[in-house]
């Protein structure tokens, strides 16, 4: 039997500051939810493949983050380190229905 996810409201998108970030505590992991100066918004678990950095603290720029540890650059549509880094952090489904956020998250 596999757990299926429930959308669940997790705030608005004027919670986060343009190009900023928001973390979400869950039972098993934090998730960063990320907003970029277009008011796209994206989440992540909020660690960097590399050493395990708080991603919800690093540098949001077009539609990736820096790593505050190490400046790795995690792409925040497909969770992958850009070249020359290697890794990648899981992506965690996010939608805006008008100014409200939901994530996908299971039970």
């Given at each position: 039997?596999?757990?299926?996810?429930?959308?669940?409201?997790?705030?608005?998108?004027?919670?986060?500051?343009?190009?900023?970030?928001?973390?979400?505590?869950?039972?098993?992991?934090?998730?960063?939810?990320?907003?970029?100066?277009?008011?796209?918004?994206?989440?992540?678990?909020?660690?960097?493949?590399?050493?395990?950095?708080?991603?919800?603290?690093?540098?949001?720029?077009?539609?990736a983050v820096t790593c505050p540890l190490h400046n790795w650059v995690i792409g925040l549509d497909d969770g992958l380190a850009k070249d020359p880094?290697?890794?990648?952090?899981?992506?965690?489904?996010?939608?805006?229905?008008?100014?409200?956020?939901?994530?996908?998250?299971?039970?």
């Amino acid at each position: 039997m596999t757990e299926t996810a429930a959308w669940t409201r997790v705030g608005a998108i004027d919670d986060i500051p343009i190009l900023g970030s928001r973390v979400v505590a869950t039972p098993t992991e934090d998730i960063a939810i990320f907003r970029t100066a277009g008011d796209r918004i994206f989440a992540l678990y909020d660690r960097c493949p590399h050493k395990q950095g708080k991603l919800s603290q690093g540098i949001v720029h077009g539609t990736a983050v820096t790593c505050p540890l190490h400046n790795w650059v995690i792409g925040l549509d497909d969770g992958l380190a850009k070249d020359p880094d290697e890794g990648c952090v899981d992506t965690v489904p996010v939608r805006l229905e008008g100014r409200d956020i939901f994530l996908a998250v299971k039970p």
